[in-house]
Every structure is written in structure tokens, then in C-alpha cells.
């Protein structure tokens, strides 16, 4: 199989508000982005995935579009997207923008002219549940006197994959920015899109609640995965589809990829993102993914987003040597690794005042997306979203060889430059209750321990090439590896 970019990689998630503000208004932007692209060359990214960045009445901060094909004016200019492209190849780093395809915002001029863009009914059909609120999936539109499918808001109306047309639109809209240079595509709730068409009642699970077999999940979208991933492959370079197949399932998520590996290129593995921090939970996960997973099918690992929240909080508890573990499991495992800005300063969530909340959804995921601390007084002239605590923040960190930003800059040269840590096959191997240890190819070995007290991991053989703590490296370790609580460390064979 060819070798492609994004599989030997490392992605960078920016929540573009939040991450850099070019012009002073608190709002974080394209701009912003650019004036960054040093700092992300320097960290060592290869690709950057940027939340939606489009025209929006922001329900649910850019995934409700109402313009597919222009950029949001708080965020910049299509000629900013342009000149984010060929400045971020300057820096050998490439842009993947977020799609949007389940559903558009009301406000999108297609819900008053194109209402066959829509899934409409008379009367409430079926007992599909909206995820946001608790309210039926259906709303009336009272200009129309009709009841409308929205999955997710009642502003967010489902668009209507059954349509032809619809379908050309939106291949229109990936070769808009195709032809731009933008080199793939996160899609959104990729495992939605397209509905029942018979609108049938989704099972009711007891004490589960609904099972969204027929609202979401449907046989059908891979059909239209298939024709994207067609339209993608017919660039050059080709460009890449890393779906937010959201399964839990594994035999489920992993059909994604198509079965003639003709889907998505990459997949978010949910499974362990909501697995807890725990070595047995943690590599039992992995194990299934692992035998599950087609001939050539990559996974994207990753550990925090902008709806899950940040992974120094939800798996660490705010301790930073976890992190550390955490971001070490997630740069070594067998797949791509998708870091959200601010994982690599162990940034834990951002305390957000109840008056301060802007999300729509409860609990509101405000506290993961709140800015980037660029310096100790954080570098925002009044943010969107508070900034309160700036003790991890990049300049105190970049300046600081024994911090965590050095330590996942270090992590990543060395991914860059053993093969075995980026290709090679992962066996596990035998470890003590409370830690995990596992081999990539033939030389590296990458051992974690998430307990309290000391752990030997035996078998292990070589020269230590990195640790969490980062005090031993250099040091020759012969037949057994003996690891801190709360540490990690890459033996690489002599
Ligand atoms: C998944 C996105 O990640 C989330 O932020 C959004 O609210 C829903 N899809 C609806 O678009
Ligand atoms: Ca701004």
C-alpha cells in the first residue's frame, strides 16, 4: 500500500475561536492561525484539522452552516484560507477543514429555497430523539405548517441525503475546497447522514434508552463515503477523509473503511476515547480495534476534542505526569494520532462561569474549548470564552527543556525518526496489573505505568530513548525495564 502523508503523521485539532487572535477581538482566527504555523513546525505537526471555520448564526459554534463555501467573517476571508494553505506548506504542515454534511443551519438560504433539501413530515412520524435537548427530532416550521427532522438542534434542520441533488451540491462543495489545496476532510457525525427512508421507530433499548439504528447508522451512507472517497482520490496528492464515525461498536465503526478499503481513510476511535486511563481498560480496547480493523485500515487516535473535553482532565485528573503517559500511548500506538491544541502543555479544562457558557449543549463543552494560553497572562485582550488559569502555558513551557511541550516536541522527532514507531506491528506484551507494555515492529518498546507503586516490566531490552520523567534516557536496560508510578519510556534495541 502506498505510504501516505497522514499515515505516518501526527494531526493538531484547532478549535479556530479559541486558538489565536490576529486583529485584538478576542475571537480567535485565520490569521491567528498563521501567526502560529512557526510554533506548530516547531512542535512538529504534519496536518492541522480546523473546526468548522464557515458563515454561521453559531447555535452550536459552526456546525450550523449557512454558507458552505465562504468563511465566517469573525475567522477571516477565503483568500485567508488560501494564504493559510500556502503558507502551512511553507512549513510542510497541511489543512484539513471540517464538513458538515448531516444537517445545515436554518439560516442557510437552502431551508427557505431548497426545502427539498429537507426531511419533512405532517405530523411527527416516529419516536427519533433529538440529541440536543430532550425533545422529539422534529420541529414545525410554522411557514410551512410542516414538522422538520433536525438530529441535533432544532436550529441544525437533517438535511435530506436521499436527493440526488443534494448529493451534487455537496460534491461541489469538497471540489471547491479540493481545488483550493485544502488536503481533506474531518466529516461530522459521518455515521449519520442519511435517514430511514420509511422513518421507522428506532428500537428502544431498557434501561439504554434508543438505539439510533434507523435516524443515524444506515447502510446507505457508506454509499455516499464511497463516492467521496472517490472524488478525493482522484486529487493529487489525494485527499483524505478522517471520519467522526461515531460507534462504539467496533465491528460497527470498523465498516467505515469501506470493505474494500474504498471509505474513509481515517476514523476517530472512540472506543478509547471514552475508555478510562486504565492499563487493562486501555489495551483491552486497543487489542479489539486491533483485530478488528481491515487489511490497511489506519485508526486515528486521540484523547480529547471539542465535545469530550481534555484528556489532562478527563483521564489525568489535572496531573501532568499522566498526561504525559497519556500523550505517550497516544503518539505510539498503531495509527495516526490527532492532538487537540493545548494537549501538548498538558492543558486541563478551563473553568467557565455559568454566565460565561455559550454552548448549546448540556453539559455545556466550554470548558474544553477555552483559549489557548500562549503566555503567562494568556496573550487574549478579552476572549470569547474566559481564560482564568495560565499556569501551563507555551512560553513559560518553550522555554523550559524539562516541560511538556519539549517532551511531546521530543516524542514526535523521534516517532519522526524511528519507523518502527510510526509502521512497525504492534504485539503486546506481558506486563504487571497497572501497567502496559507493547512492541512497534521490531525494535521499539513502549511501557507504561499507570499505577502507584513501582512496576518491572521483564523482556525488555536496549537503550532508553525517551521517558516522561525525562531522566533516564541514554540509560541501557537489560532484560527487564523497571518504571516509576505514573511513568512511560520507549526502549528502542540496540
Ligand atoms: C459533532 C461535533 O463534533 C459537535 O461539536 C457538534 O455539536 C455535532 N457534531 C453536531 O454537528
Ligand atoms: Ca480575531
Known sequence: MTKRWWRDGVLYQIYPRSFADSNGDGIGDLGGVIDRLEYLEWLGVDGIW??????????????????????????????????????????????LLDLVPNHSSDRHPWFRERPEFYVWSDKIPNNWRSIFGDGPAWSLDPERGRYYLHNFAPEQPDLDWWNPELRNEFERI????????????????????????DLRDDPIIPGLGLRRVYSMHRPETHEILRTWRSLADGYDPSRVLLGEAYSLE???????????????????AFMLVHADFDAEQMRTVVAEIQAALPEGAWPCWTGSNH?????????????????????????????????????????TAGHVPPERVLDCATPSRDPGRTPMPWTRDGGWDRPWLPLEDTSRNVE??????????????????????????????????????????????????????LRENRVEIEGVAGSIALTTTRDREGEQVVDRLSLAPRAGAIVVGD
Open 174 to 197: 469538497l471540489r471547491f475546497w479540493f481545488d483550493r489545496g485544502v488536503a481533506g476532510f474531518r466529516i461530522d457525525v459521518a455515521h449519520a447522514l442519511i435517514h430511514d427512508r
Open 50 to 95: 480546523l473546526n468548522p471555520i464557515h458563515p454561521s448564526p453559531n447555535v452550536d459554534w459552526g456546525y450550523d452552516v449557512s454558507d458552505y463555501t465562504a468563511v465566517h467573517p469573525e475567522l477571516g476571508t477565503l483568500e485567508d484560507v488560501d494564504r493559510l494553505v500556502s503558507e502551512a506548506e511553507r512549513h510542510e504542515i497541511r489543512v
Open 250 to 268: 467496533v465491528d460497527d465503526w470498523v465498516r467505515y473503511y469501506g470493505e474494500n478499503a474504498d471509505e474513509l481513510d481515517l476514523a476517530f
Open 396 to 449: 513559560d513551557q518553550r522555554a523550559e527543556a524539562s516541560s511538556t511541550v519539549h517532551f511531546t516536541r521530543d516524542l514526535i522527532a523521534l516517532r519522526r525518526r524511528l519507523a518502527d514507531l510510526r509502521s512497525g506491528t504492534y504485539t503486546e506484551l506481558a506486563a504487571p496489573e497497572g501497567a502496559w507494555a507493547w512492541r512497534r515492529g521490531e525494535n521499539a518498546v513502549i511501557a507504561l505505568n
Open 307 to 347: 465535545d469530550v473535553g481534555r484528556l489532562a482532565t478527563r483521564w489525568c485528573g489535572g496531573d501532568e505526569s499522566l498526561a504525559r503517559c497519556a500523550l505517550l500511548m497516544l503518539l505510539t500506538l498503531p495509527g495516526t494520532p490527532c492532538l487537540y491544541y493545548g494537549d501538548e502543555l498538558a492543558l
